[in-house]
């Protein structure tokens, strides 16, 4: 969704911003994403480093940015991609996709395996067979499903566990391109309804939507992926007739945050208050959110900062987890006071973006831009 040219933000601040298809950027929406991809950060940090039932287990509810993700993603190829099909073929659209999301695969896996093999207070559990280790990342860069490795939780992804969510990001590309752009509003309205019903009865009984993730709960990833992409293809479908208020980046990001420090809610009477409140996030506030962020505009003062973070979360989500890693073992094996882990923590974290912009910069962007020159392809990314 980010705008691939190099123009200066400066200069291009009070623009409106367009694809070079001609088409505007919900500038809000690339706001949010950036936003949702900083919580993220945010989550794993704390909770790797503290636990996860700690008065520092910050965002506890963050797990849920993969949904608000997949709904994003749903809505903008929607909106970018439902009126070209008449000049555009299925093989065009899959190498545009390619090229707008697998150079950072590629990076974040070999980041990926160099934090794993160089992490320098793993080395007690970073126990794996080198032929494992390689079959690991050659899966990694195909964004398969890779072999367990030793000092992870049993990630299908096991050396960049947030590429879990781009395999079914792919799947739900494919299943848009094959399928679903295809269907009439009302299919997609049904197909979320029922997919939504089958989420609330999983929420229940597991008592938490945190799951797809790992091997025990791989089921799950793509149930989340159908519900919240589905969402975003039928929001976009049928926003015309909906009545929303236009609420900036900064009051919608506030809003998130709110979603995502709520506490963990207890079972009742046999029924999960965490789980249903999981799923009422999923199916009642990011619609909200996205259709309201979609409609509006973010202003001269905030456009330089919804495109920063826009380009910026990608990157950010997709390359912070070694560091997570390696300061989550140096928690567990250094045992250092709070304060200390803290301040850790807040240099990780600039060090975390500052290595994202770089991956923008000198990678993503360069290798995108020669990858669309190379085969011909009309830079309309989203």
């Known amino acids: ?211 797809g993730w790992g091997y025990t709960e791989i089921w799950m990833a793509p149930l989340r992926l159908t519900v919240s992409f589905v969402m975003g293809l039928w929001l976009y479908r049928i926003q015309s007739r909906i009545r929303h208020p236009k609420i900036g980046l900064l009051v919608l990001s506030i809003v998130l ?13 046999g029924f999960s208050l965490n789980g249903l409140y999981d799923v009422a996030c999923v199916l009642f506030i990011f619609p909200l959110i996205i259709l309201c962020g979609a409609h509006s505009k973010a202003g001269a003062g905030m456009m330089r900062l919804c495109k920063l973070s826009g380009r910026l979360s990608y990157p950010l989500y997709i390359t912070h987890i070694p560091f997570v890693y390696v300061i989550s073992n140096f928690a567990g094996t250094r045992h250092p006071g709070k304060l200390v882990l803290l301040a850790w923590i807040f240099v990780v974290l600039p060090l975390a973006i500052t290595v994202a912009w770089l991956a923008l910069k000198y990678f993503d962007e360069p290798v995108r831009a020669w990858l669309t020159r190379r085969y011909g392809i009309k830079r309309a990314i989203v």
Not at 257 to 269: A, E, Y
């Open 257 to 269: 945050i709110v979603v995502f420090q709520m506490p963990k809610f207890p079972s009742v009477n």
């Open 1 to 211: 969704m980010s705008n691939t040219s190099d123009l200066d933000l400066t200069k291009d601040a009070v623009r409106v911003d367009r694809t070079s298809s001609g088409k505007e950027h919900f500038e809000v929406l690339d706001g949010l994403r950036g936003s949702a991809a900083f919580l993220i950060v945010i989550f794993h940090l704390f909770n790797y480093s503290f636990g996860w039932d700690n008065a520092l287990s910050l965002v506890r509810h963050a797990y849920l940015a993969v949904d608000f993700f997949f709904g994003l993603s749903g809505f903008v190829v929607a909106y970018a991609y439902d009126d070209r099909w008449t000049r555009m073929s299925i093989p065009q659209f899959f190498r545009i996709r390619l090229i707008r999301l697998h150079p950072l695969v590629l990076l974040g896996a070999t980041l990926g395996l160099l934090g794993y093999i160089f992490d320098p207070f793993g080395k007690a559990i970073n126990h794996t067979p080198a032929p494992m280790l390689l079959l690991a990342y050659l899966t990694s860069l195909l964004l398969l499903p890779s072999p367990p490795v030793g000092g992870r939780h049993n990630e299908t992804q096991a050396l960049n566990g947030p590429a879990w969510s781009l395999m079914q990001e792919y799947l739900g590309n494919i299943a848009y391109a094959l399928i679903l752009r295809r269907l009439r509003a009302v299919t997609l309205g049904i197909i979320f309804a029922v997919s939504g019903l089958l989420l609330i009865w999983v929420a229940n009984v597991r008592g938490s939507l945190d799951g």
